[in-house]
């Protein structure tokens, strides 16, 4: 019997957060996963949920060298999810973070990292993105700081004071970037400096979605390391789920995406989960919060030829 998720209970944690946007709506998207029936989703298929409610976000007050927008929002909220995903994890629960911008997982991740240290471990994240979001202060020509997320977890230079505790940083080569195709020049630098491992969208095409996760998945099992899955809404295909500010042609089909988390669930391995980017204003009648929530399905357990024949 294959083992459908590494923890028998989830925590869903919203993080209204879209100050890290270039485009406001993220802050509903926590409101739009649950009205799409995440909970009740999970639930149906045997797992404990507890739906902790949206974080309150940390007074701060900071000014960050360089090109950056609203880091004070988002630095509050980078602390409260820090600290309410690694309670979470001491709790024996599955955290999985409702976005809210990408910038949420700069709370996320690193909340995870101090939980896998304190467990002698080390993490993998496997970033399902169009992006690396490896800018940093000095290289974004932005300053949206959803660009930036995976910079800070890294531990490169340039966030001090975003978080209020020294961070357990994340090996760059132990950072996945899957359906990768929007890659600013600075930041492609950068990542090919520091070894990440991305996956673009023409090495997808080359060698497949099972080749790549399995050798992700491998990877994970090698280090007996904990694993978080990130899901940005723009790692598939607009015409799938439109809902998104940073939409980018050529991602990720129905049938990639859900291959990519059914083998996910396969593994036993994930050990916490974020579902960003949402933007309910830009949704098609909720299309892109179902896609999500149907993807999470498949990350616990549901397979694509279980699902119900369409009606419209």
């Known amino acids: 019997m294959v083992e459908h998720t590494s923890r028998g209970s989830v925590a869903l944690i919203g993080a209204p957060v879209d100050g890290g946007a270039g485009l406001s709506g993220c802050i509903m998207g926590p409101a739009a996963l649950r009205v799409a029936g995440l909970a009740t989703s999970l639930a149906d298929l ?100 959803h660009g930036m997320s995976a910079a800070l977890f890294c531990g490169e230079p340039g966030f001090d004071g975003v978080l209020d505790e020294p961070i357990h940083p994340v090996d760059p080569k132990n950072y996945h970037v899957f359906g990768a195709r929007s890659i600013d020049e600075d930041e492609g630098t950068l990542l090919l400096k520091r070894g990440v491992n991305v996956m673009d969208m023409r090495r997808i095409d080359e060698r497949g979605v099972v080749a790549l996760i399995n050798g992700v998945l491998d990877a994970v099992r090698a280090d007996d390391a ?14 799938f789920a439109p809902g998104v500010g ?48 149907a993807l999470t399905e498949s990350g616990f357990g549901r397979r694509v030829f279980d699902r119900p024949t369409s009606t419209g």
């Open 246 to 293: 940073t939409t980018v042609p050529g991602g990720a089909t129905y049938r990639e995406a859900h291959l990519a988390m059914e083998m996910i669930c396969d593994s036993g391995l994930m050990s916490s989960m974020d579902l960003v980017e949402l933007n309910p204003y830009l949704d098609d009648r909720g299309k892109s919060a179902r896609m999500l929530v």
């Open 46 to 145: 045997g797992v404990e949920v507890r739906d902790l409610g949206d974080v309150t976000p940390d007074q701060v007050s900071l000014k960050l060298a360089g090109a950056t927008h609203h880091e004070n929002e988002v630095a509050g909220f980078a602390r409260a999810l820090n600290r309410q995903g690694y309670e979470a994890l001491k709790s024996g629960a599955t955290p999985i973070f409702m976005g809210g911008d990408h910038s949420l997982s700069m709370g996320s991740v690193t909340g995870v990292a101090k939980y896998a240290a304190e467990q002698g471990k080390k993490l993998h994240v496997l970033w399902l993105d169009a992006h690396p979001d490896y800018n940093t202060p000095d290289t974004s020509t932005s300053g949206n700081m």
């Open 226 to 239: 904990m694993f978080h899955v990130s899901l940005d809404v723009d790692f598939l295909d607009p015409q």
